[in-house]
T-cell receptor, first 115, second 111 residues
Framework: AQSVSQHNHHVILSEAASLELGCNYS??????LFWYVQYPGQHLQLLLK??????LVKGIKGFEAEFIKSKFSFNLRKPSVQWSDTAEYFC?????????????FGKGTKLSVKP | DGGITQSPKYLFRKEGQNVTLSCEQN?????MYWYRQDPGQGLRLIYY???????QKGDIAEGYSVSREKKESFPLTVTSAQKNPTAFYLC??????????FGQGTRLTVV
């Protein structure tokens, strides 16, 4: 079965610090990978996605993520965080083959950015 | 406007009652999902449906049931068999590229 593991439950950073949130998945086949963000009181929204091609994908608001197939990882990065990045971040996997159609989320990482 | 509509926003249920949460979409998506969101647990998949008249159990389907009689609608029933139903429930649909669109959620409380 698919699963997604996010390493950090809560990350606290000061503004301008660099961010890296870890995400590992387990699935033997082809996957699509996503990062979603949930700002306080708002819907989940898509930050970025990887389907194929260049393993370094860029999303909205200066976020990027790198797919490393050999490590089953899809870590989220941002060079310099802002207070407005305070939110909860979810990694998600959509596998193909036996689990086609499934969309599995990690437990989320809460990011708090201190002004 | 296109999107996912969940209702009601807040729902109170007495012990032993079944309740049904509504989810409607006008995005013409085939795939729809129900998740439960608890603090520290992320989103856990309850049921999903890839096409009308078909649905599959997710990781925590026990105590829940769904139907998918129309493409636009994917209601979730929380039955009395669900031992800990108090939670925030999210419905989503997914486009052909895999991007998920979420509703605003329903907060269910057992009283």
């Amino acid at each position: 079965a698919q699963s997604v593991s996010q390493h950090n439950h809560h990350v606290i950073l000061s503004e301008a610090a660099s961010l890296e949130l870890g995400c590992n998945y387990s699935y033997g086949g082809t996957v699509n990978l996503f990062w979603y963000v949930q700002y306080p009181g708002q819907h989940l929204q898509l930050l970025l996605k990887y389907f194929s091609g260049d393993p370094l994908v860029k999303g909205i608001k200066g976020f990027e993520a790198e797919f490393i197939k050999s490590k089953f990882s899809f870590n989220l990065r941002k060079p310099s965080v802002q207070w407005s990045d305070t939110a909860e971040y979810f990694c998600a996997v959509n596998g193909y083959g036996g689990s086609q159609g499934n969309l599995i989320f990690g437990k989320g990482t809460k990011l708090s950015v201190k002004p | 406007d296109g999107g996912i509509t969940q209702s009601p926003k807040y729902l109170f249920r007495k012990e032993g009652q079944n309740v049904t949460l509504s989810c409607e979409q006008n995005l013409n998506h085939d795939a729809m999902y129900w998740y439960r969101q608890d603090p520290g647990q992320g989103l856990r998949l309850i049921y999903y449906s890839q096409i009308v008249n078909d649905f599959q159990k997710g990781d925590i389907a026990e105590g829940y049931s769904v139907s998918r009689e129309k493409k636009e609608s994917f209601p979730l029933t929380v039955t009395s068999a669900q031992k800990n139903p108090t939670a925030f429930y999210l419905c989503a649909s997914r486009d052909w590229q895999g991007k998920a669109f979420f509703g605003q959620g329903t907060r269910l409380t057992v009283v």
